[in-house]
C-alpha cells in the first residue's frame, strides 16, 4: 500500500511537471492564483480634470512557495505609468504597483486592466483601475492648432495616407473645431476631383464645437509619384484655407548633391 501511495505521488509530481512544460512551450502566460493582489481593483470615484494625475498603490502578497519576479507591467495606455518592485519576491514576501493616471481630455466613466507578466512571461496577474472623470473646458485652438480661416480651426494640414497594398482601405480622422460664438456649415472643395477619398459632403459645427471628419480611401491601383488631393473647405459659404491630402507613390525622393 506504501509503494502504491509513492508511486501515485511520484506519477502526479510527473503530471504535473509536463503541464507545465507544456504550457510554457505554448507560449502563453499562466494566471498566478499565488501572487494576490490586497486590492483586486481600485476606484478612484469622481475625479477633476483639472486636477490633474492621481496615484494609488497595489499590494500583491507571495502566498506560494516559489520567488516570483516581476518582469514587466502592461497598461496599453498613455495616461497610465507604472512603477514597480523590481527584486524577486520571495514566499511570504510582498510586492507593489504604483500606478499613475492622468486624466487629461478624459471623460466620464474609465475603467482600464493592468497586466503583471511575471517570472519572464511565464505568469501574470492583473488588477483594475476605475475613475468617474468631470471633464474640464478645453479651448478649440488646443485640440486643433491650424487656422483655416472664418473661424475654421483643423487638428493638422496634411493628412499623410500610410502605404497600402492595392485593394486595402485606410480611414484617417481629422479634427475640426468652430472658434466662434456661431454655427457653422463646412462643404468641401476638391482639386482634383477624386470621387475614391470618401468624406462628409458637409459638417454642421455648433459654437466651440470640435468633432471628427472620418476620410477613408480605397487604394485601388499604385502610383508611380506621390499624389495628393486639395481639400479647401468652405465656412458659411467663405472659402478657407485648403488641406492636402496625400499617399506615397512608388517614386522615393533621393538627395542630389
Known amino acids: 500500500m506504501k509503494k502504491l501511495l509513492i508511486l501515485l505521488n511520484i506519477l502526479m509530481v510527473q503530471l504535473a511537471f509536463a503541464q507545465e512544460q507544456a504550457e510554457e512551450l505554448a507560449g502563453e502566460p499562466v494566471f498566478l492564483e499565488s ?15 483639472k486636477d490633474g494625475k492621481v ?19 502592461n497598461t496599453w495606455c ?8 523590481k527584486k524577486p519576491v520571495r514566499p511570504g514576501e510582498t510586492a507593489t504597483v504604483k500606478v499613475d493616471f492622468d486624466p487629461d481630455h478624459k471623460d466620464g466613466n474609465f475603467v482600464k486592466q493592468v497586466v ?17 472623470v468631470v471633464p474640464m473646458f478645453h479651448p478649440v ?4 492648432p491650424h487656422d483655416a480661416g472664418h473661424g475654421l480651426f483643423l487638428s493638422q494640414q496634411i493628412v499623410p495616407f500610410p502605404n497600402l497594398n492595392v485593394g486595402e482601405d485606410f480611414t484617417y480622422d481629422l479634427l475640426f473645431g468652430n472658434n466662434t460664438d456661431k454655427p457653422m456649415t463646412v462643404t468641401f472643395i476638391r482639386k482634383p476631383l477624386n470621387t475614391v477619398l470618401k468624406m462628409p459632403e458637409e459638417v ?9 471628419v472620418s ?4 487604394f485601388n491601383h499604385k502610383y508611380k509619384y506621390t499624389s495628393y488631393i486639395m481639400v479647401t473647405p468652405v465656412v458659411n459659404g467663405q472659402k478657407s484655407k485648403p488641406f492636402k491630402v496625400r499617399w506615397n507613390g512608388e517614386q522615393k525622393f533621393q538627395l542630389h548633391n
Not at 55 to 73: E, R
Not at 204 to 212: C, D, G, Q
Not at 215 to 218: E, G
Request: glycine residues 6%.
Open 35 to 49: 501572487f494576490k493582489p490586497v486590492e483586486r481593483v481600485h476606484d478612484f470615484g469622481k475625479i477633476q480634470e
Open 116 to 132: 503583471l507578466l511575471l517570472n519572464n512571461g511565464k505568469n501574470y496577474v492583473r488588477v483594475w483601475v476605475k475613475a468617474d
Open 215 to 218: 476620410l477613408s480611401y480605397h
Open 141 to 144: 485652438t488646443e485640440d486643433c
Open 55 to 73: 496615484s494609488t498603490i497595489f499590494t500583491f502578497k507571495n502566498t506560494g512557495d516559489k520567488v516570483v519576479a516581476i518582469s514587466d507591467v
Open 204 to 212: 454642421v459645427l455648433a459654437p466651440h464645437e470640435k468633432k471628427v
Open 78 to 85: 498613455g495616461c497610465m505609468a507604472v512603477d514597480y518592485t
